[in-house]
């Protein structure tokens, strides 16, 4: 794998939860990295509270990493 990853430093909160983001869906690329498989399953956890719940709160943690890694934005 190419990286991709070069730094947690970002100008802005926005850009930061934009890398959280990027985060969250990138740890789906690597855990499942079939993209037929992840499209097929797609319809079944767009629509379950519990599992866009779940996604939200990896999002949380990985922007609490990059909040963190930029002193938050002190």
Do not use: C
């Amino acid at each position: 794998m190419a990286d991709w990853l070069t730094s947690l430093q970002t100008e802005t909160p926005q850009q930061g939860f934009e890398l959280a983001i990027t985060l969250a869906r990138k740890g789906v690329g690597y855990t499942q990295p079939d993209p037929e498989v992840r499209e097929k399953l797609r319809p079944t956890y767009a629509e379950d509270a519990d599992s866009l719940t779940f996604a939200s709160h990896v999002i949380a943690t990985h922007f609490q990493t990059v909040a963190a890694a930029n002193n938050y934005w002190k």
